[in-house]
């Protein structure tokens, strides 16, 4: 017999577990009806029959209204349902704060103490090019270096090439230049060397003013232009760097000391009922402890928003929250391009309807803790607490704007899977066993254990055991496989 969850008792709508076929016999919370079509997994049936323009409701809320009839046991998905979404919405600050539900425990992890007192949870040499122009040369740089050095204690060496840093306008440029600022400072790095070009826009003094105070042992600056051969220069500023890095060891960290992003791409419909819930049960526990979760995807938030702003700690905070909000959905009109048309073709295979059903389930990762801050593109984290972020659903892009702004590791929920890896280690957490299994190669975590009689309680004493092994230097499949990539947020014109 198929099988189907209710996830709230004001539902209309079951989502399917194991795939139903048209005439099955189906039981859920002890409802008895018979399947008028096939369900595939992660889709919906009705529980009741929904009129036309009635709301279907799952999570307990609207994820959009029935643009047919639509009777028990009918398949509940793009073909009979449609978005409630439109246009722009005046919001009031209605607050509800929930209590902290975790106990604080002497938990700790072991990473690196930097000089300027942040902590890294990976010890890592990069090197940052100021322009897309010098990413072969920076490439070069690193190819010689660990031919004539072998280096201990270090966890990777990098490149983040990107294409930017010239030819570029207004907020483009600047968000260029603060996005690789945060980057050079990023704690993960035990050294940086900073490679320009020397004609470019973003001249490393102009770079510097946004970079602030810095170890100069750590962080060193060479612009191709004004050396003979800035591949044997900048192999020798390496040497220097790893001089310094040489006898860096981990050391014991209190919890309340990582900073956590929180992301998902490729989603399903069982994103908001195993992986997506089991993040933020985590993300609740982190804040419990004194830690940091960031939240992003600003178009995933659409829908699902106002419960997010009912969570502010205060009327600036939920203002803030308002804007971000509102800020995006101008993006996308300035763009004359639709504002809700947001799952995509994989969303909706995996049984995503709108972008209220997507919505729903992506701001789970977020769990009940109170926002306590909202950030801009690229800005550092300043409180800690559950912070929101301004960056799009992109994934390289959202996961890197993660890391810019300061999170030492992303929580990656996904259903569909991916191999991709930003700057800073990004653990995959399937949403259903099936996937773990397939892509062992790119997941890491298997949040499909919900569906299988594991309790998220227990559940979530595995995972905090495992991200505590992963920020003491286990390393995540995309760092085996040395997928590790930065994206830069641009919106604007191309010189």
């Given at each position: 017999?198929a099988?189907?969850?209710?996830?709230?008792?004001?539902?209309?709508?079951a989502?399917?577990?194991?795939?139903g076929?048209?005439?099955?016999?189906?039981?859920v919370?002890?409802?008895?009806?018979?399947?008028?079509?096939?369900?595939?997994?992660g889709?919906k049936?009705?529980?009741?029959?929904?009129a036309?323009?009635a709301?279907?409701?799952?999570?307990g809320a609207?994820?959009?209204?029935?643009?047919?009839e639509?009777?028990?046991?009918n398949?509940?998905?793009?073909?009979n349902?449609?978005t409630?979404?439109?246009?722009?919405?005046?919001?009031?600050?209605?607050?509800r704060l929930?209590?902290?539900?975790y106990?604080?425990?002497?938990l700790?992890?072991?990473g690196?103490?930097?000089?300027?007192?942040?902590?890294?949870?990976?010890?890592e040499?990069?090197?940052?090019?100021?322009?897309?122009?010098?990413?072969?040369?920076?490439?070069q740089?690193?190819?010689r270096?660990?031919?004539?050095?072998?280096?201990?204690?270090?966890?990777?060496?990098?490149?983040?090439k990107?294409?930017?840093g010239?030819?570029?306008?207004?907020?483009?440029?600047?968000?260029?230049?603060?996005?690789?600022?945060?980057?050079?400072?990023h704690?993960?790095?035990?050294?940086?060397?900073?490679?320009?070009?020397?004609?470019?826009?973003?001249q490393i003094?102009?770079?510097k003013?946004?970079?602030?105070?810095y170890?100069?042992?750590?962080?060193?600056?060479?612009?191709?232009?004004?050396v003979?051969?800035?591949v044997?220069?900048?192999?020798?500023?390496?040497?220097?760097?790893?001089?310094?890095?040489?006898?860096?060891r981990?050391?014991?960290?209190?919890?309340?000391e990582?900073?956590?992003?929180l992301?998902?791409?490729?989603?399903?419909g069982?994103?908001?009922?195993?992986?997506?819930?089991?993040?933020?049960?985590?993300?609740?526990?982190?804040?419990?402890?004194?830690g940091?979760t960031?939240?992003?995807?600003?178009?995933?938030?659409?829908?699902?928003?106002?419960i997010?702003?009912?969570?502010?700690?205060?009327?600036?905070?939920?203002?803030?929250?308002?804007?971000?909000?509102?800020?995006?959905?101008?993006?996308?009109?300035?763009?004359?391009?639709p504002?809700?048309?947001n799952?995509?073709?994989?969303?909706?295979?995996?049984g995503?309807?709108?972008?209220?059903?997507?919505?729903?389930?992506?701001?789970?990762k977020?769990?009940?803790a109170?926002?306590?801050?909202?950030?801009?593109?690229?800005e550092?984290?300043?409180?800690k607490?559950?912070?929101l972020?301004s960056?799009?659903?992109?994934?390289?892009?959202?996961?890197?704007?993660?890391?810019?702004?300061?999170?030492?590791?992303?929580?990656?929920?996904?259903?569909?899977?991916?191999?991709?890896g930003?700057?800073?280690?990004t653990?995959?957490?399937?949403?259903?066993?099936?996937?773990?299994?397939?892509?062992k190669?790119?997941?890491?975590f298997?949040?499909?254990?919900?569906?299988?009689?594991?309790?998220?309680?227990?559940?979530?004493?595995?995972?905090?055991?495992y991200?505590?092994?992963?920020?003491?230097g286990?390393k995540?499949?995309?760092e085996?496989?040395?997928?590790k990539?930065?994206?830069?947020f641009?919106?604007?014109?191309?010189l």
């Amino acid at each position: 017999m198929a099988k189907f969850i209710k996830l709230n008792p004001n539902d209309n709508v079951a989502v399917c577990l194991e795939i139903g076929q048209a005439g099955d016999t189906v039981v859920v919370n002890d409802q008895q009806f018979v399947l008028s079509n096939d369900i595939p997994v992660g889709h919906k049936v009705a529980l009741q029959a929904i009129a036309v323009n009635a709301d279907v409701i799952k999570y307990g809320a609207p994820i959009g209204h029935a643009i047919a009839e639509i009777l028990i046991g009918n398949h509940v998905h793009t073909h009979n349902l449609k978005t409630n979404l439109s246009g722009t919405i005046t919001y009031s600050f209605n607050q509800r704060l929930n209590e902290i539900r975790y106990a604080k425990r002497d938990l700790t992890f072991n990473g690196y103490r930097r000089s300027n007192g942040n902590t890294g949870i990976r010890n890592e040499i990069w090197i940052v090019p100021t322009v897309g122009c010098v990413n072969g040369q920076a490439q070069q740089i690193i190819n010689r270096f660990q031919k004539e050095v072998n280096p201990e204690n270090v966890d990777a060496i990098e490149v983040f090439k990107h294409n930017y840093g010239c030819s570029q306008l207004g907020d483009d440029h600047v968000n260029t230049q603060k996005a690789l600022a945060q980057l050079i400072n990023h704690p993960n790095a035990g050294g940086v060397l900073v490679l320009g070009l020397g004609c470019e826009n973003n001249q490393i003094a102009h770079l510097k003013k946004f970079i602030g105070e810095y170890d100069a042992n750590r962080i060193k600056f060479l612009v191709s232009q004004e050396v003979e051969d800035e591949v044997e220069a900048g192999v020798e500023i390496l040497k220097e760097i790893y001089e310094h890095m040489k006898n860096d060891r981990r050391e014991a960290i209190p919890l309340s000391e990582l900073k956590v992003g929180l992301k998902c791409g490729g989603s399903d419909g069982f994103s908001g009922i195993t992986a997506n819930p089991l993040v933020g049960v985590f993300s609740d526990f982190l804040i419990a402890q004194g830690g940091t979760t960031v939240l992003t995807e600003v178009p995933e938030m659409f829908g699902a928003e106002t419960i997010l702003m009912a969570r502010a700690k205060d009327q600036l905070t939920f203002e803030k929250t308002v804007s971000l909000i509102n800020d995006f959905k101008d993006y996308y009109t300035q763009h004359n391009l639709p504002v809700y048309e947001n799952p995509s073709p994989g969303n909706k295979d995996g049984g995503i309807s709108t972008l209220e059903d997507k919505s729903l389930g992506c701001t789970q990762k977020g769990g009940t803790a109170t926002v306590v801050d909202v950030l801009k593109y690229a800005e550092p984290i300043c409180e800690k607490g559950l912070n929101l972020l301004s960056a799009p659903g992109n994934d390289l892009v959202a996961a890197s704007a993660l890391g810019f702004s300061g999170c030492q590791l992303v929580l990656f929920t996904t259903g569909r899977g991916t191999p991709f890896g930003s700057f800073v280690p990004t653990m995959k957490i399937s949403t259903n066993s099936a996937l773990f299994t397939k892509k062992k190669n790119w997941i890491d975590f298997n949040a499909g254990q919900l569906l299988e009689g594991k309790t998220m309680d227990q559940l979530l004493e595995e995972f905090i055991q495992y991200i505590i092994e992963v920020s003491s230097g286990k390393k995540l499949r995309h760092e085996e496989s040395g997928f590790k990539e930065i994206s830069i947020f641009k919106t604007g014109v191309t010189l």
